[in-house]
């Protein structure tokens, strides 16, 4: 794919809009048109990755002020100098650990909850963490309000994964780290699979996706991105 995708994670915000009866919808025909034009047009053709894009309504994801943009082909300013990631990436991310109804999915970077979001309409269980705590509490709220209970919020540094609770089927990082770290590649199950942006903060990364096969590590570049950095404790 010769087309760079521009794609932040990690994303701050304030004033986001909450829509006070869960019952209406306006964007559903949009959400849709999303998905037939951005998504199913670009080739992703997993039943359950469509539906869940097609349910997760991303404009409960985005500040008040861009919620008529939520569905637009491209990332979105949600505070804290980050964005939301464009729609097609967060579904190629996920097409691309192959979700299963009984699987446990390890994400790095919370951010808004959206792509936490995503995968909870998929597995069975999603444990993110996020290093902002700002980030972290207000995503835990915005997840709960949207009854996604299957979704575990912490805060702290993802380069350690979430040993306690591990390993994981599959583990989505949406920040961009220098290398793939060690602990995340523990973590990861026999025959899972894991997607990470890797390469130089603010500047073209390369998508990987790395998979563990017989205790071996095997990773393969997909296409380029941009992400916000991967941020550790000490930073």
């Known amino acids: 794919m010769s087309k760079i995708l521009f794609s932040v994670c990690l994303a701050g915000f304030s004033l986001f809009a909450l829509d006070g009866n869960a019952q209406q919808d306006p964007y559903e025909q949009t959400r849709k048109l999303m998905v037939r034009q951005q998504i199913e047009s670009r080739g992703i053709r997993s039943k359950p990755v469509l539906d869940a894009m097609r349910a997760v ?7 008040a002020s ?29 097409d691309l650990i192959r979700p299963e109804p009984g699987f446990k999915v390890l994400e ?11 995968l909870a309409e998929i597995v069975d269980s999603v444990y993110s963490i996020e290093i902002v705590e700002e980030l972290g509490r207000e ?5 709960r309000d949207l009854h996604y209970d299957n979704v575990h919020v912490k805060i702290g540094d993802g380069y350690h994964g979430w040993e306690s ?31 990470i942006p890797v390469g130089s903060p603010f500047q073209v990364q ?19 991105v941009r992400f916000v950095p991967f941020t550790r404790e000490n930073d």
């Open 108 to 118: 790095i970077g919370t951010g808004s909850g959206y792509q936490a979001a995503v």
């Open 206 to 224: 390369q998508l990987k996706l790395v998979e563990k096969k017989n205790q071996q590590v095997r990773t393969e570049n997909l296409l380029p």
């Open 66 to 94: 861009y919620q008529s943009e939520a569905y637009r082909d491209g990332p979105l300013p949600i505070g804290y100098g980050q964005t939301i990631s464009q729609p097609y990436i967060v579904a190629y991310m996920t």
């Open 139 to 143: 995503a835990t709220e915005r997840l």
């Open 165 to 195: 609770v591990g390993p994981f089927d599959a583990i989505v990082v949406t920040a961009a780290a220098n290398y793939i770290p060690p602990p995340l590649i523990k973590q990861l199950k026999e025959g899972g699979r894991m997607v």
């Open 57 to 63: 309504p991303r404009h409960r994801f985005v500040p």
